[in-house]
């Protein structure tokens, strides 16, 4: 499977994005989804994941509650709805995706990455 996110941008302190994760090439329904966040000089880091079906959902600490990912598999999409953006959200944004996981939130989990979408927030 191949995947490209999209969606990102400049935005102020307290606005709203929404992210795109577009899959090509097999159904996006085989794939638990992660996204995961590199801000300059970070390690990545986990932000959000779903399941399959979509039935469970994951997230960091820090985005819960402002953060919300979801799918829409007929699209062959994944989403992640951005609001309450804060200056410490800035980061080029990843969706991957995994067959299975045991740790959603290890990026090691994922097999498949799109190329990232940059997320500038400013204050």
């Known amino acids: 499977v191949q995947l490209q996110a999209y969606g990102g941008g400049l935005v102020q302190t307290g606005g709203s994005l929404r992210l795109s994760c577009v899959a090509s090439?097999?159904?996006?329904?085989?794939?638990?989804v992660g996204w995961f966040r590199q801000a300059p000089g970070k390690e990545r880091e986990f932000v959000a994941a779903?399941?399959?079906?979509?039935?469970?959902?994951y997230y960091a600490d820090t985005v819960k509650g402002r953060f919300a990912i979801s799918r829409d598999n007929a699209k062959n999409t994944v989403y992640l709805q951005m609001s309450s953006l804060k200056p410490e959200d800035t980061a080029v944004y990843h969706c991957?995706?995994?067959?299975?996981?045991?740790?959603?939130?290890?990026?090691?989990?994922?097999?498949?990455w799109g190329q990232g979408t940059l997320v500038t927030v400013s204050s």
């Open positions: 991957a995706a995994a067959m299975s996981y045991s740790d959603y939130s290890r990026s090691g989990e994922y097999t498949y």
């Open positions: 090439g097999r159904t996006v329904s085989n794939y638990n």
């Open positions: 779903i399941r399959r079906s979509g039935e469970r959902t």
